[in-house]
C-alpha cells in the first residue's frame, strides 16, 4: 500500500532559523497536504497541493509539491516560537490519506 | 472549513468495559467520517471510513467487532471501543470532509 516517509522526526530550532521538512510517497500521489498540530491538540490542515511542481505560499511558510508529485517540502523561515507543533504531511489518493510520521518542531529563544 | 466536536474529550474506564465516542459534524453534512487512531508522538493512522446509513470500512489490520462503528445521521457518527483493554489507550480523533479533513479535538481514552 501506500506509504508516506517524513523527514526529520524532530527538528530543534533557533528562534529565528530557517528549517525544512520533507515527505516522500512510495507512489505518485493526486495531491498533498500539510496540516499542522500543536501541542496536546488536534491535526488544523494548512495547505494543500495537486498540481505538478507547484509552490504555495503561506507567510513564512512555503510548500513544494515535486514534479513527479511523490515528494513535497515545507521550508519555515525565520522561526518563532508560535511555529512549535508537529507537522505532518498526508499523501492523498482515492480520497484516502495516508500522514507522514510527522516532524516535531521545538524552538530555542 | 467544517466545525466538528467530539465527545467525550477525555475517558477513562476499567479494563472490559465499553466506551462510546461521538463525533458531531456542526456545519457540515457529513456522509463520510473518517477516524483516526494515534498513539503518543505518532503518526494518524486511519482506522475506518464510516458511511451514513451503510456499514463502515475498515482499514487492514483493525478489529470490526472490536471497534463498533455507527453513523445513522449526517451529523453523528459514534465509534465503540468494546471489551477495552490497556493497549486500547489511545488518542482517536475524527475527521470529516472529501478531500481536505478538518479534525475533531480527539478523544484521550486510557484503559486500566
Known amino acids: 500500500g501506500q506509504q508516506v516517509m517524513q523527514i526529520p522526526q524532530y527538528q530543534h530550532v533557533q528562534e529565528g532559523e530557517d528549517f525544512t521538512t520533507y515527505c516522500n510517497s512510495s507512489?505518485?500521489?493526486?495531491?498533498i497536504q500539510w496540516y499542522k498540530q500543536r501541542p496536546g491538540g488536534h491535526p488544523v490542515f494548512l495547505i494543500q497541493?495537486?498540481?505538478?511542481?507547484e509552490v504555495k505560499k503561506q507567510k513564512r511558510l512555503t510548500f513544494q509539491f515535486g514534479e513527479a508529485k511523490k515528494n513535497s517540502s515545507l521550508h519555515i523561515t525565520a522561526t518563532q516560537t508560535t511555529d512549535v507543533g508537529t507537522y505532518f504531511c498526508?499523501?492523498?489518493?482515492?480520497?484516502?490519506?495516508?500522514f507522514g510520521a510527522g516532524t516535531t518542531v521545538t524552538v530555542r529563544a | 472549513g467544517a466545525v466538528v466536536s467530539q465527545h467525550p474529550s477525555r475517558v477513562i474506564c476499567k479494563s472490559g468495559t465499553s466506551v462510546k465516542i461521538e463525533c458531531r459534524s456542526l456545519?457540515?453534512?457529513?456522509?463520510?467520517m473518517f477516524w483516526y487512531r494515534q498513539f503518543p508522538k505518532k503518526s494518524l493512522m486511519l482506522m475506518a471510513t464510516?458511511?451514513?446509513?451503510?456499514?463502515?470500512?475498515?482499514e487492514q489490520g483493525v478489529e470490526k467487532d472490536k471497534f463498533l462503528i455507527n453513523h445513522a445521521s449526517l451529523t453523528l457518527s459514534t465509534l465503540t471501543v468494546t471489551s477495552a483493554h490497556p493497549e486500547d489507550s489511545s488518542f482517536y480523533i475524527c475527521?470529516?470532509?472529501?478531500?481536505?479533513?478538518?479534525f475533531g479535538p480527539g478523544t484521550r481514552l486510557l484503559v486500566l
Open positions: 507512489t505518485t500521489l493526486s495531491n
Open positions: 456545519d457540515f453534512q457529513a456522509t463520510t
Open positions: 464510516s458511511n451514513e446509513g451503510s456499514k463502515a470500512t475498515y
Open positions: 497541493l495537486v498540481k505538478s511542481g
Open positions: 475527521s470529516v470532509g472529501w478531500e481536505t479533513q478538518y
Open positions: 498526508a499523501g492523498a489518493n482515492d480520497y484516502k490519506l495516508s
